[in-house]
Nanobody, 114 residues
């Protein structure tokens, strides 16, 4: 059974940092592309960052230069380092991958507020 479990969310002040983790079981991340999505209140889910099996990455324009996606092949985990956070980054963040079907984590709340 495939499971994606996110962690690392929380409440942070504007300008602060958080590191999200996505741990996978039942599936090998190393051969797959993995993405981080987010859904803010009243908005549609959007892709924030993605990383290919070879390590290539892509970012939503509004997070470029602030967020970094990375992966640890040995630990079978993917990370999202978020720096210089802004209130508009507040959302539930989800880990995603695809292997014959879509797999999603349960989400982790990120709140950026003073």
């Amino acid at each position: 059974q495939v499971q994606l479990v996110e962690s690392g969310g929380g409440l942070v002040q504007p300008g602060g940092s958080l590191r999200l983790s996505c741990a996978a079981s039942g599936i090998i991340f190393s051969s797959l592309s993995v993405g981080w999505f987010r859904r803010a209140p009243g908005k549609q889910r959007e892709l924030v960052a993605s990383i290919t099996n070879s390590g290539g990455s892509n970012y939503k324009d509004s997070v470029k230069g602030r967020f970094t996606i990375s992966r640890d092949y040995r630990k079978n985990q993917v990370y999202l380092q978020m720096n210089r956070l802004k209130p508009e980054d507040t959302a539930v963040y989800y880990c995603w991958t695809y292997s014959r079907e879509n797999y999603w984590g349960q989400g982790t709340q990120v709140t950026v507020s003073s």
